[in-house]
Each structure stands twice: as C-alpha cells, then as structure tokens.
C-alpha cells in the first residue's frame, strides 16, 4: 500500500495547473494534510499490532508459568532428572515461539 495513489498525486497537479498560482498553497496544504492523516493512521494501526502482540505473548508466558509447576513436580515425582529436563525444554521452545 503506497502513502499516496499515484492517480491522486495526478489529481493535485492537475488541480494546482488549474486553479494557478494563488490557489497553490491551499492545494498543497490540502495534499499535505491528507498525506499526514494517512501517516498518522499508520501509525495508529502499528501501535495497535504491538499491542495486540504483547498481550499475545503476556498470555502465553503466563500460561506456560501456570503449567510449569505441576509439570515439573509431576515430571520429577514420576521420571526423575529427564522428566523435569523435558518439561524445561518444552517452556523453553514456548518462550521463544511466543517471542516471534
């Protein structure tokens, strides 16, 4: 997606090429603006997707914390060392899938 349509930047010269040189200013500004709100809507919607990322990710480490503990007791009453090694190693690849 370009910031400006290149038929819409044909438009604004057009317009500046008609209207001339004393309504020049106000079509640029116009331009401008619009360029501007789109720049802003932007970055709007990227603020919102890492939002919406972090939260993703709180939600998995959290959860993988609410797990961890009867995993790794239940790992360690019933498999011993591997068990217990198992289980970190799968937190682990949670951790760093939820970190993508």
Known sequence: MSLVPKDELQAVIEARR???SEMEPAVID???E???RRLDERAEERERSLK???EHQK???LGAMGISV???AIAAIFTGFAGVLAVCA???VIAIASAR
């Open 30 to 32: 116009a331009f401008v």
């Open 90 to 92: 799968a937190l682990a």
């Open 52 to 54: 919406r990322k972090r």
């Open 70 to 72: 009867p995993l790794l």
């Open 18 to 20: 008609e209207l001339g």
């Open 34 to 36: 619009r360029v501007e």
């Open 59 to 61: 939600e998995m480490v």
